[in-house]
């Protein structure tokens, strides 16, 4: 996959997108909406726009965002304080902060390429609601009351364009075509670090994500982990902290998006091409004589905060990377590669999935503790520091994250970064290579040499309150030990305080009556919920989830097995109380992929342990919102029995999640393509009996 910059500067550049790397535009910052006196208070209207894309012009879908206190009604005022821009907003918060967004669907219809429209909760879905969810964020999933009409971290609320909402409901969920109000509290003692904001609407996230809707947040800042007791510094003066949102759309020959992401749209690789793949790749006209859809003339872009391939210059001082992976259905296979060598340049993983991941001696480790997202190396030199995790590839399935350090020094004046070809398996996608900047490093580096000293916060995360402590008590207010910044004197104002709005709000939980539930147990000591992805016999060209409980030694307990099945609002599928005293409760699960491909497991409202083969071996070097689950063996067909039986052969991944958030929720897989098929499971957390 090398490919030489001499190369492309030399080379005629007939790609709409390729140029020469000295003539892209530096990588910018996305469009910043930060905190005031601990309250950011914006309004959110997601609708379409003319987007461009290198030198093509289409339609995407963005978030217009303003200030609230700028906000014309329902519109925000046209000035260089509104943004409407494809590559998504940055919003920016402190421990302790209040989130308020007035949230506003001015969307058009559905596309006529979303897959779902004819399933039977399509009609739901024709007017093309939306709603937004914090992704990675350990905050409640509150539903709105009389007393408080805003929402929390809920997905099952939908907003409808105004005029637009349908007449029949859906048992399980919430429609509106006003607004919705969004008010997010986040803890004092929120671990710093890189999440992000995005639609979550079933059967429609991956058509609303292809077409551009998606943001960053961040808590706090890179320094709040890099400081410390016996670390002797934050950040070096001049070290440029980069935000770097990766979004892809496909764009037809005739303008259009197709919104039903086709990982068949280009060539996995750039073989026969005469172009460099920078930013994107050419569509490919289909299989000769067959049916299949043509997709030459179009191009599939791969961008940065919206960018097509732009240049980014390396401070002499360094930078930190903070990077999404925001594809509905991509896996990105990034390096930084060196157009001399082809080698991949090392770099510094401070954090994954908003979290800084400690070091372990034992390199297969931290690959296990990451899911595989994070494959250590042995430092370089110039990287070289106590209790460093450097790596040359970050495996990035949809909505992961990662925090690197490039030191200004490297092996090589320039690197390209890179998202390398990458196979889901034999039943999966095959994801094609694309470059996506170009890098230059400094021709005489300022900064010293050597890699950042991470505090680690997973230790402390986990010691005393689980994760966060119970929001459930919140008279008590959580452990602080982890606070950053001194304790808020607004945000405890604005915190649901009160013993009667903590009523309420537990009140609030009482399902309505046509929501059917497991029952909600604790599971019993050295018990564990074994999850399996595979596809519903009832269609088997969806995806599902299964559920069984298992006892200590692996054994299924009777009366708990439920065969693989769609999602279903209204079905609750696993139900479980907080600890005594509304503690938070850990859970083993066990994840099991019973298909031919790689699904990404993602859990809302906490982050969870990848545990070793036995649930007592538990290495706290990372906790992870989202965790790979590579396919099994060839006789894997998405069914249970084929597992069963024995033939189909696959390394469950055992993970340990604590359990803070009392609401209801969901676990899915963040392929979109498969949760929007159906891969998607309701959670319910109540409060100690
Ligand atoms: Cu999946």
Request: net charge negative.
């Amino acid at each position: 996959m090398k490919r030489s910059l001499l190369f492309t500067c030399l080379g005629v550049c007939f790609s709409v997108t390729a140029a020469c790397a000295a003539t892209q535009p530096e990588l910018r910052e996305l469009p910043v909406f930060a905190s005031s006196n601990h309250v950011l208070d914006i309004q959110v209207i997601a609708t379409a726009r003319p987007i461009h894309l290198g030198e093509v012009a289409t339609e995407g879908w963005v978030y217009t965002v303003c200030y609230r206190k700028d906000a014309l009604g329902d519109a925000c005022p046209d000035n260089p304080r509104t943004s409407s821009e494809y590559g998504g907003m940055w919003l920016k918060l402190q421990q302790g902060d209040h989130l308020k967004i007035h949230f506003l669907n001015q969307l058009p219809p559905a596309p006529p390429d979303a897959d779902h429209l004819n399933d039977p909760m399509g009609a739901m879905l024709a007017a093309n609601p939306t709603n937004l969810h914090t992704h990675g964020l350990i905050v409640e999933p509150r539903r709105a009351t009389a007393a408080d009409p805003t929402f929390g971290d809920y997905v099952y609320v939908l907003a409808y364009p105004p005029g637009k909402k349908p007449g029949m409901t859906t048992p399980g969920l919430e429609t509106t075509e006003r607004a919705i109000d969004y008010d997010i509290y986040i803890p004092q003692d929120h671990p710093s670090g890189a999440y992000w904001i995005h639609p979550h609407v079933h059967g429609l996230a991956l058509n609303q994500l292809s077409y551009g809707l998606a943001g960053v947040i961040t808590v706090g800042s890179p320094e709040d982990y890099l400081a410390g007791p016996g670390v002797p510094a934050g950040l070096a003066p001049g070290v440029t902290v980069r935000n770097m949102l990766l979004k892809d759309i496909e764009v037809r020959a005739d303008g259009t998006v197709l919104s039903q992401e086709d990982p068949g749209f280009c060539n996995p690789t750039e073989a026969g091409e005469s172009s460099p793949r920078d930013g994107a790749c050419p569509g490919q006209s289909g299989p000769p004589g067959a049916a299949g859809p043509s997709y030459a003339g179009g191009n599939w872009f791969f961008t940065i905060n919206g960018q097509v391939y732009p240049t980014i210059h390396v401070s002499p001082q360094g930078e930190i990377w903070r990077i999404w992976s925001a594809s509905g259905s991509r896996t990105y296979q990034l390096q930084l590669q060196d157009p001399a060598t082809g080698k991949s340049l090392p770099f510094q993983v401070l954090a994954v999935d908003g979290i800084t991941l400690d070091w372990n001696s034992d390199p297969a480790a931290t690959a296990r503790a990451t899911g595989g997202k994070v494959r250590p190396v042995t430092c370089p030199a110039h990287l070289a520091g106590t209790r460093a995790v450097c790596a040359n590839s970050l495996h990035m399935m949809p909505s992961a994250r990662a925090e690197i350090w490039i030191p200004p020094a490297a092996a090589s004046r320039s690197a390209v970064l890179v998202t390398d070809h990458y196979s889901t398996g034999p039943a999966g996608d095959d994801w094609p290579y694309v470059q996506l900047a170009a890098v230059e490093f400094p021709a005489q580096p300022a900064g010293k040499s050597g890699a950042l000293t991470v505090r680690p916060v997973v230790p402390a995360l986990l010691a005393k309150t689980g994760i966060l402590g119970s929001k459930v008590k919140i008279d008590g207010g959580p452990a602080g030990e982890l606070a950053l910044d001194s304790a808020s004197q607004t945000a405890a104002k604005l915190a649901p305080a009160s013993q009667a709005q903590l009523l309420e709000h537990l009140l609030s939980l009482s399902a309505p009556a046509n929501i059917q539930s497991a029952p909600c147990e604790s599971l019993p000591p050295g018990h564990r919920r074994r999850i399996f992805f595979g596809l519903p016999a009832s269609n088997p060209d969806g995806f599902g989830l299964g559920y069984e409980e298992a006892d200590a030694k692996g054994r299924p307990v009777p009366g708990t097995f439920r065969d693989i099945a769609p999602f279903d609002p209204a079905m609750i599928d696993v139900c479980l109380p907080l600890a005594a005293g509304n503690a938070t409760a850990t859970e083993v699960w066990e994840l099991v992929n019973v298909s031919g491909e790689d699904h990404n497991f993602h859990i809302h409202q906490t982050k969870f342990r990848v545990l070793g083969d036995k649930p007592t071996d538990a290495p706290p070097d990372a906790l992870m919102d989202n965790v790979p689950l590579p396919h099994g063996s060839d006789p894997c067909d998405g069914s249970i029995a084929t597992w069963r039986s024995g033939s189909c052969k696959v390394a469950p991944v055992l993970v340990s999640i604590p359990f803070s958030e009392v609401g209801d929720f969901v676990y899915h897989c963040h392929i979109l393509e498969h949760e929007d098929g159906g891969m998607m499971a309701h959670i319910r957390v109540v409060p100690a009996k």
